[in-house]
């Protein structure tokens, strides 16, 4: 069975820092491409970043660009999003997604991990 | 970006109704469009991609169809389970999604 993890939300002040994690199991995790899709509390969905599965290809939100990091360590089955300069606006949940193949189809979805932005 | 719309925003039907939701992409995205459900809480789970294909374990009263830039998804016979918001994602660029439609209970 597939499982995404995510961990490391939390409530930080505007302008701080915080890494979100995303342990993977249940399949071949250096194989797939993965994503952070967020939430915004009663919002919609708005993907966020992307990385492919050997991390040759990178893409983020304009929204994020310049401010988060996405990263991944195959040998840890792990994702993670390094979040700086945070905003109001990134308050959201933030979900560790796969992705089919090289498509951004996101075809497996974490429990997500909330982060608060707030002074 | 694509900027995907969806309709109605939300809708009320009973058990065993038809349920049709649209998406309009703003451009041409040929058949790169999916659709996700989501109920109160939890993650969305992915059931149709490539406008048309069931994603596995999702039930046969899920259909989708379209292509270029209408799209739909229907639930043929609505059930219990069914209620919860519903989002269409293009694939074709940099990935978006409409703006969801919440499925109620009459």
């Known amino acids: 069975e597939v499982q995404l993890v995510e961990s490391g939300g939390g409530l930080v002040q505007p302008g701080g820092s915080l890494r979100l994690s995303c342990v993977a199991s249940g399949f071949a995790f250096s194989t797939y491409s993965m994503n952070w899709v967020r939430q915004a509390p009663g919002k919609g969905l708005e993907w966020v970043s992307y990385?492919?599965?050997?991390?040759?290809?990178?893409y983020y939100a304009d929204s994020v660009k310049g401010r988060f990091t996405i990263s991944r360590d195959n040998a840890k089955n792990s994702l993670y999003l390094q979040m700086s300069s945070l905003r109001d606006e990134d308050t959201a949940v933030y979900y560790c997604v796969r992705s089919v193949a090289t498509a951004t189809v996101f075809d497996s979805w974490g429990q997500g991990t909330l982060v608060t932005v707030s002074s | 970006d694509i900027q995907m719309t969806q309709s109605p925003s939300s809708l009320s039907a009973s058990v065993g109704d038809r349920v049709t939701i649209t998406c309009r992409a703003s451009q041409t995205i040929s058949i790169y469009l999916n659709w996700y459900q989501q109920k109160p809480g939890k993650a969305p789970k992915l059931l149709i991609y490539?406008?048309?294909s069931l994603q596995s374990g999702v039930p046969s009263r899920f259909s989708g169809s379209g292509s270029g830039t209408d799209f739909s998804l229907t639930i043929s016979s609505l059930q219990p389970e069914d209620f919860a918001t519903y989002y269409c994602?293009?694939?074709?660029?940099?990935?978006?999604f409409g703006g969801g439609t919440k499925v109620e209970i009459k």
């Open positions: 994602q293009q694939s074709y660029t940099t990935p978006t």
């Open positions: 490539a406008a048309s």
């Open positions: 990385i492919s599965s050997s991390s040759d290809s990178i």
